[in-house]
């Protein structure tokens, strides 16, 4: 896709300007976020992000478009999981939701800025070394097998870990022993501290740079246009905060989630082994069109998504018998 300079600072303008207008209208004032409120806004956001598929079809043809949504899709599906490890940095901190939705926002700020730089960085590569196509399979097929050995873990008593970089701040820079408001530093007793909002936000914002390792190379499966991989990206990130409070209550009702994310990452590590080798000169490689890939990556959420509502349903279910199972006893006994 021939991008324009002129084009590339449009687009990085308008993006701007929509977190801009995002943070003055919802989140400048600290407050509870409603379902309400968070599903209009994801509304919202998904609707752009269709409105610029639909102007990528018009500007560039329909293959451009069907990279950036099977890209968006995939990136979405990928931060829903990612809301899984949000829960537990904002219970690590023991966040008041009145600031939950302030910490996202600029939580998501940083992780757009730092992602930029690996999808630059991701770019050059794709550029000038193809083999690399061979070390991003690989990697997504080991990141797909390990989700599944995750999944059958079932490790219920997940707890987040400070990373390097977050253990480094808290030894060095003093800290208040508590939130003040939504400031960042302050000054006590002559002294200028930091407080846990700040922390919270570089945990938020440095964990979902973790999480890019591997949604970057997926999306670097399904298209190699920087542009596409930017913008599906941006797309995604931009409507995690309303995500989490509007199905943040679901999440534990998605169980078989990481089996269908794991089958995903699988795919789009075969298909970029696939088409290294065919880069390589391999006749008997076949490339995998976007038309499948879209289809595919759409089919598994949706199976994933009827299973694990279905299997949710039911266990509650054999909870309820189970409590009045127990309690049948009990009033015998009064």
């Known amino acids: 896709m021939d991008v324009s300079v002129t084009m590339w600072a449009t687009t990085i303008g308008v993006l701007i300007a929509l977190v801009v207008a995002d943070f003055f209208i919802g989140g400048r004032k600290p407050h509870e976020v409603s379902i309400k409120e968070a599903g ?22 329909g293959q ?7 890209g968006y899709i995939t990136e979405k599906s990928l931060s829903v999981d990612n809301l899984f490890v949000f829960i537990l940095i904002m219970g690590k901190f023991a966040v008041p939701r009145i600031y939950q939705q302030r910490v996202l926002m600029f939580g998501v700020i940083i992780a757009l800025v730092l992602r930029a730089a690996f999808i630059a960085g991701g770019a050059a590569l794709v550029t000038q070394f193809s083999w690399v196509f061979f070390v991003f399979g690989a990697f997504l097929i080991w990141t797909a097998w390990k989700l599944i050995k995750e999944a059958r873990a079932e490790e219920e008593d997940e707890e987040f870990e400070e990373n390097r970089l977050l253990k480094s701040i808290t030894r060095r820079f003093p800290s208040t022993d508590g939130y003040r408001g939504t400031k ?15 922390i919270v936000m570089l945990a938020i914002g440095t964990t979902d740079v973790l999480f890019a390792l591997d949604s970057i190379p997926a999306i670097f499966g399904l298209t190699q246009d920087p542009y596409i991989v930017f913008t599906a990206n941006a797309f995604a990130l931009m409507g995690l905060r309303q995500l989490y409070f509007l199905i943040g209550g679901l999440l534990k009702k998605l169980v078989h989630l990481s089996y269908g994310l794991s089958v995903i990452l699988g795919f789009i590590g075969v298909k970029l082994v696939l088409h290294a080798a065919h880069e390589a000169g391999a006749t008997w490689a076949p490339e995998i069109g976007i038309p499948f890939s879209l289809g595919f990556i759409v089919v598994v959420l949706a199976v994933t998504t009827f299973t694990s509502l279905r299997a949710s349903k039911k266990a509650e279910s054999a909870e309820r018998a189970e409590q009045a199972d127990q309690a049948e006893p009990a009033k015998l006994d009064a």
């Open 40 to 61: 209009i806004w994801t509304a919202v956001w998904v609707v752009l992000a269709l409105l610029f598929g639909g102007f990528l079809w018009w500007h560039s043809g």
């Open 64 to 70: 451009p478009a069907g990279e950036f949504f099977a």
């Open 184 to 198: 960042l530093l302050v000054r006590e007793h002559g002294r200028r501290l930091i407080t846990p909002m700040l």
